[in-house]
């Protein structure tokens, strides 16, 4: 679909397009009503991935059945909004949570909250949170509200399907949501054949794919770019956030741990041909290569932070990043560069590290141009050793003595010339560190 003249119209040409094709009636204004709504619901500052960009991009190729159910998928988001969105509150009002977003499924005789939950697989009393499907269940409820009264049970049904199975990374998903179409069929007495809801199954199948097809992009700069858009909106949502060297290691110790545990088996979806076992195939080949140069790339950002981290606790505690790698400094002037290079270096990480993949995040950029410089000059043995000493939060001083003294040396040099307060107890602690290593 072409993006007209905004993406508001986008928007207001997908909502119109199905409405036409199905022969709905529908006043004109209403449907400039919802895509006002999704438009002011997905445009929050806090959104740096899930947001209207994020729909246009996959939209394309999809049917005006999937279109439909892409631009509501994402409307809630819970932990990221701060709660729901104001323009939602008329459709979610009856819904309630704890501070932790925790939710509970009520009885009810509620029509809408009664078929969401049975796409969904829940039972009263159930809980959701944002990790388990939370967003993508309010989500679809309010799309339920907004929607039903103009479409069948069946439409409906086939779009709640589409964002039940946004829900990422789970194992067989296709054929227990089979079994819920299947048994709502019956129930409702909907009279569709095996195929229909076969073909249904399908439709959410595609949606789910398009939605994390980031994963198997060719463009592994682009996929790093888009993780570090997740990272910045679900850990520094808050414009008045500090980044500080620890609270930015917490943070990608998460990713990293991420990255580790997640199985590309189960990233895409797949339901009898769709897709095709060639395509799965090559969805997955993809998938697996972009998550492990993700992890060694990840890896090598820890090992930069805690690298800084350690100094920084050693020499007066830990500080906002930018007091000890700067927002424009030119790393060039200030590290030895003279230092060799080691041969155990793999070329994409190098390449990842040394562009600006991220222009929108001044910080990103400059730890990964430090992280470079360590990458560069540490073995594979080093580089693990050091990681592994991080994580296990040894004593900071352990962290450092297992850097090369040289390579060391210069880093403190480098924040010395920078944050002349502590320029003494840097001094301090070369003298100290020079006589161990």
Known sequence: MDRFFSPIHTILETLKKYFSDSHIPIEPLVLEDWA??????MSTTQRHYHNVSHILEILPGASPLESLAIIFHDIVYLQVDQGIHF???????SIHFNELYQFFLPPSYDSELVLTAKVFGLQPGESLNPTNGLNEFLSALAT??????YLSPWQMIQILACIEHTIPFRTSPSHQLYQRLNSLNAELHLDRNTEEIHQAIKKAVRVANQDIKIFSSEDLKLFIENTWKLIWEGNFSSKNSIHTLN???????KIEHFFKKLNSNIVFSAYQDE???QLLAALKKKADFNIKTSLEYFQIQILAIGTLESIAQLTGGDVPMTFFIGENINFQSLLNWNLPEVSEKNSIIQELLHSTITPNYKIVSQLSHFANYLYARLTQAEREEIIHTIKKRASFESVLLSIPFPILHSILNMIASMTWSRRHSIHQLIQKLRKKS
Do not use: E, N, V
């Open 87 to 93: 323009k939602l509150f008329p459709y979610l009002k």
């Open 247 to 253: 609270s930015y290691q917490i943070t990608l110790l």
């Open 36 to 41: 006002m709504t999704l438009y002011h619901t």
């Open 144 to 149: 339920a509200k907004i929607l039903s009264p």
């Open 275 to 277: 897709p095709s076992p």
